[in-house]
Each structure stands twice: as structure tokens, then as C-alpha cells.
């Protein structure tokens, strides 16, 4: 047996993928794996989890540290029983490049008229569509946090014109921002919604029909679209068909959705102007994954303090 403490991975993520990337990480420490259900998780003090069983920490009742799988923490902060322990979210440049990606390949695709096309090409339709220049369009981001900022930043370089919005006021160079208070004048300039919150209280169906009204309306876009890969449950999915389909908005790119996997008999699916991705706007890689969860072992160890640390007040 290892004198380092155990990890203990309880990770929904593909079997390959988790076995391809132990091969290198935490070498001279113990790796105890949850899903085997004979396996004692009693010696295991840490935790790397996306979705953990529900019994985990039963069955590992010495754990001093929880580390997420994934930028968001909500699925540990919903667990029931759950200790009272530092969760510490997962950030690292492979996480944060992957969603930018996704973001601005989004906003360009809307701004180039990518599904229209799409619907052309299927039905043999040879038309040229008018298309703005990303300088005609403002794109609001909501949540400036590290994955939001990225975002920005880079549509910013795009040549969209961009604004950004959190509870409490960010700053970013060359970019105007919002907090809470200004929520209104945010979205009045808006014609392009991102978003990029943690799962909260505060926004558990924050993107809803209220919301979607008070976007720029007469935009070069003709209306506004909405863009999400943050949390489903920040979406009212009634709301967001319905906006769809009076034209409050003039399309959507989804990555997460209130119920996972998107049910087949959802009408979004079949929408023209809707693009659907399989909450895979960021998937986290597990290398990545734990090798930042070994930075942090190494300096909780050496006395030193955690990053990236969960204010539980706060869900993120």
C-alpha cells in the first residue's frame, strides 16, 4: 500500500478515456475506483467526481477533498449528505479553450447563416442569403467567469462587438460589462444571448420568456438568438420553443438542456433553426483532469492552499 492518501474516481465519464489517462497520473498513490461496488473506500482521501453515486461518501468516509470533474459544481452542491468539505472546481486552458471554441463557432455560425444554408443544401436550394459583419452584431455574454471571460475575449477579437454581464461587476479590457442592477441595459443591446452561468438559485430558469422579451429587437439578425452550453436547468425549455416559434427569437444553439440526454420527441430537434450538441461544448478531458487534481493534492501536502476553490454562499 501507498503512505500518499488514495484518490477515489467516481466519474460518468467513458471507461477507455478514464483507463487511458490513469496510465500516467498519480503515480505511487493508491486509485480506487467507485464503480467497483466490493471495492473498501475507506483509505481514499480524495475525491474526483462528475455525477458520484449517491452513496459515495458513505463509503468513503475520510475523503478531505472533493474535486470536479467539470466546471460546474451543482451536480456535488445537489448531493444529498454532503460533507463539509473544500470542493474545488476544474480549471485548466484545455477546459476553458474547448468552450470559447464552441461559443464563437456558434456566433459565427448564426452570423453566416449557417442552418438556413443547411436547409438549402438539403433542399437543393441555390440562394444567397443576406449576412451582416460581426462588427453590426452585439453579442451578451452572462457569466464572466473564467470560461466566460475567454469567451469574450475572443469573440471581441472575432470583431463582434461585446458586452458581458455577471452578478457582481467584472471588468475586461475594452469590454462593457454589467452587474445585477444593469441586467436590462445589457439585454437591450444584446442580439446575441450567451450563456455561461453556474446552476444557482438565482439562476434556475433565469433564461425564460420575461427575458427573451427584453432582447434588441430590429437587429441586423432580423431577432435575436439565444446561445447556452452553461446549465440546463438556467432554461426554461417551454419558454425557449415558444420564443422560437412567435419569432421572439430567430434561433438557438443548445448545449445543455434541463433533462439529459434531450428527449427524441422534443420539438427542437426538428427545428431549422435550432443546432443541438450533446452537452459536448466542453467536455472535460480526464488527462487534463487529473493532472490539475494533482497539482492541487501536491499543495494541499505541502501545506500550501487549494485554487479554484467552491464559495458554497455563492454555488460556484
Known amino acids: 500500500m501507498s503512505a500518499k492518501r488514495a484518490v477515489v474516481i467516481d466519474l460518468k465519464f467513458e471507461r477507455r478515456e478514464i483507463d487511458a489517462a490513469l496510465r500516467n497520473a498519480f503515480q505511487g498513490r493508491d486509485v480506487l475506483r467507485a464503480s467497483d461496488r466490493d471495492q473498501d473506500l475507506s483509505a481514499a482521501g480524495y475525491a474526483i467526481v462528475w455525477k458520484p453515486d449517491a452513496d459515495l461518501f458513505r463509503r468513503a468516509p475520510n475523503l478531505q477533498v472533493l474535486f470536479s470533474g467539470g466546471a460546474g459544481v451543482d451536480h456535488i452542491l ?25 461559443v464563437v ?29 460581426a462588427k453590426d452584431l452585439t453579442v451578451g455574454v452572462m457569466g464572466l467567469g473564467v470560461l466566460g471571460q475567454d469567451s469574450a475575449i475572443k469573440l471581441k477579437m472575432m470583431g463582434f462587438d461585446v458586452v ?39 439562476t434556475r430558469g433565469l433564461f425564460n420568456a420575461a427575458l427573451f422579451s427584453k432582447l434588441r429587437k430590429g437587429g441586423r439578425l432580423g ?62 478531458d480526464a488527462a487534463a483532469l487529473f493532472r490539475h487534481a494533482e497539482r492541487q493534492i501536491d499543495r494541499i501536502e505541502a501545506g500550501q492552499p487549494l485554487e479554484h476553490l467552491v464559495d458554497r454562499g455563492t454555488g460556484y
Open 164 to 202: 458581458g454581464w455577471s452578478r457582481r461587476k467584472k471588468e475586461l479590457p475594452g469590454i462593457e460589462t454589467f452587474d445585477a442592477d444593469g441586467i436590462d441595459a445589457f439585454l437591450s443591446r444584446t442580439d446575441i444571448l450567451v450563456g455561461l452561468l453556474p446552476l444557482t438559485p438565482e
Open 78 to 102: 445537489a448531493m444529498p449528505d454532503l460533507p463539509d468539505l473544500p470542493i474545488v472546481r476544474f480549471v485548466d486552458e484545455s477546459l476553458t479553450t474547448r468552450m470559447s471554441e464552441w
Open 223 to 284: 431577432a435575436p438568438v439565444f446561445i447556452n452550453a452553461g446549465r440546463g436547468g438556467s432554461q426554461v425549455e417551454a419558454d425557449v420553443l415558444a420564443a422560437l416559434q412567435e419569432g421572439t427569437l430567430g434561433g438557438a444553439s443548445l448545449d445543455v438542456f434541463e433533462t439529459e440526454p434531450l428527449a427524441t420527441d422534443s420539438p427542437l430537434w426538428a427545428m431549422d433553426n435550432v443546432i443541438i450538441t450533446p452537452h459536448a461544448a466542453s467536455a472535460s
Open 105 to 133: 463557432l456558434q456566433c459565427l455560425s448564426h452570423l453566416r447563416q449557417a442552418p438556413r444554408y443547411l436547409k438549402q443544401q438539403r433542399e437543393r436550394v441555390w440562394r444567397e442569403l443576406p449576412q451582416p459583419e
